[in-house]
């Protein structure tokens, strides 16, 4: 389905005007119509002001007003005939039907659907809802799915969320080429969710090839979430191609591992910082002992033989590495 864009129905103002005018024609033309009727003259012009009258009302069916942003996709008996763009005041066939099958769905973020809370005088409350309107929006929306448990390509569950922004390019597609877009567009997103997701582990592992050339690398959703981003704006741009949306961006709003796991990783993640701390706090230990064992050496304040080196040694390192305040003994008898 190709996208036929109406430019020469932007003359609303110019037939209501002439409606009106006409009307007024038929009210004068009923009048004096009556008044020669009744001095014997034909009922001619009494009759035709009289039909046009109670037809008249009909040229008002094809004016249509349209803000910016704003399209409307017109149908005559059900052969699509165009779309009206921009703002501005349109007369079109009378009888031409405005499509729009997404005008009831309601998407996260979207407002297209408001419920607005009353209180009558009885004190009841009612809920009133706006009708919904056949008119397409070609501004930037936002969908914000709901949070998704996925398991990642180690099978860690991870629960993820994002938030995706995308307009209407062209009208034709995202009325008639889907039932309804806007669920469409929700499907396409989890579904690309899914499939990029399952490539990446959810911290930095070893031996995983994210980018598929068959080379391990460091990609990872929490480490890479704006490469990972653009691949799912990538392959839910591939998807809904056919609907006329384009995605301007996506971006990953909510990333953490499932609750049943959250505590086991934690404590992994807590592990691991505390080796990490470890290694750091043995190889600055053991610099400082080569360094006090050269400056002894040097300055020849002590000369040491193996064993009281290795002695020296191992109390530097435990008094380094220790997790609490060493307790010094004081030797004050001989060396040996």
Do not use: H
Request: charged residues 20%; glycine residues 8%; hydrophobic residues 45%.
């Amino acid at each position: 389905m190709k996208e036929i864009v109406l430019t020469n129905k932007k003359n609303g103002m110019l037939v209501m005007i002439l409606t009106i005018l006409l009307y007024l024609v038929a009210i004068v033309g009923v009048i004096f119509g009556g008044i020669m009727m009744d001095n014997g003259g034909l009922p001619l012009l009494f009759i035709i002001s009289m039909i046009y009258i109670c037809l008249g009302w009909i040229p008002f069916m094809g004016l249509r007003v349209l803000k910016p942003q704003e399209a409307l996709v017109l149908t005559l008996f059900g052969k699509y005939i165009g779309t009206i763009k921009g703002d501005g005041f349109y007369y079109v066939n009378p009888f031409c039907v405005s499509v729009n099958p997404a005008a009831k769905t309601e998407l996260n973020q979207s407002g297209d659907v408001k419920k607005v809370a009353t209180i009558g005088a009885a004190g009841a409350q009612a809920v009133s809802m706006e009708v919904p309107s056949k008119k397409i929006s070609l501004k930037i929306m936002t969908l914000n799915n709901n949070r998704q448990k996925i398991n990642d390509c180690l099978g860690n569950p991870v629960e993820i969320g994002i938030a995706v922004t995308w307009r209407i390019v062209d009208t034709a597609k995202a009325v008639f080429n889907v039932d309804n877009y806007k669920e469409y567009l929700s499907l396409q997103c989890d579904t690309a969710l899914r499939n990029i997701v399952r490539i990446y582990p959810y911290d930095v592992a070893p031996g995983i090839d994210t980018t598929g050339d068959g080379v391990a690398d460091d990609g990872s959703l929490r480490g890479s979430s704006e490469i990972v981003a653009a691949r799912i704006r990538d392959e839910i741009q591939a998807r809904v191609d056919e609907a006329g949306i384009e995605i301007v961006e996506a971006r990953i709003t909510y990333l953490a591992y499932a609750t049943e796991i959250a505590a086991v990783m934690l404590q992994r993640q807590q592990a691991s910082a505390i080796i990490d701390a470890r290694k750091m706090i043995v190889d600055g230990a053991v610099g400082m002992v080569e360094m006090a064992l050269e400056r002894l050496a040097e300055n020849k304040t002590v000369e040491l033989d193996d064993e009281r080196k290795a002695a020296m040694v191992s109390n530097l390192l435990v008094v380094l590495c220790g997790n609490r305040d060493a307790q010094p003994i004081v030797n004050s008898g001989s060396l040996y």
